[in-house]
């Protein structure tokens, strides 16, 4: 069973940043591309961001130019720098390994910014 350990969430004022970090419990080689997730009370769960196998990255609008993916394949985590965060961000957040057959989930990270 693939585990997926999400950590660095938490509060921050606008305009700060948050570095959240994914620990998989195999290596992440194995699957097609990594993702990070958020959803919000209510709201479907969104995409923010992946990270192909090759290193190519893919983000939503609202985040293209304040956060980044990354790959560590040696030590098999993915990390979200969130930077210029706005309220707006508030959500838990989730990293996802994903396949053609099954996208496995962590149990999400509590991220809020504060207005």
């Known amino acids: 069973q693939v585990q997926l350990v999400e950590s660095g969430g938490g509060l921050v004022q606008t305009g700060g940043s948050l570095r959240l970090s994914c620990a998989a419990s195999t290596r992440i080689v194995r699957f097609d591309a990594m993702g990070w997730y958020r959803q919000t009370p209510g709201k479907q769960r969104e995409l923010v961001a992946t990270i192909t196998r090759g290193g190519n990255t893919n983000y939503a609008d609202s985040v293209k130019g304040r956060f980044t993916t990354s790959r560590d394949n040696t030590k098999n985590t993915v990390d979200l720098q969130m930077n210029s965060l706005k309220p707006e961000d508030t959500a838990v957040y989730y990293c996802?390994?994903?396949?053609?057959?099954?996208?496995?989930w962590g149990q999400g990270t509590q991220v809020t910014v504060s207005a």
């Open positions: 996802s390994a994903i396949s053609s057959r099954v996208n496995y």
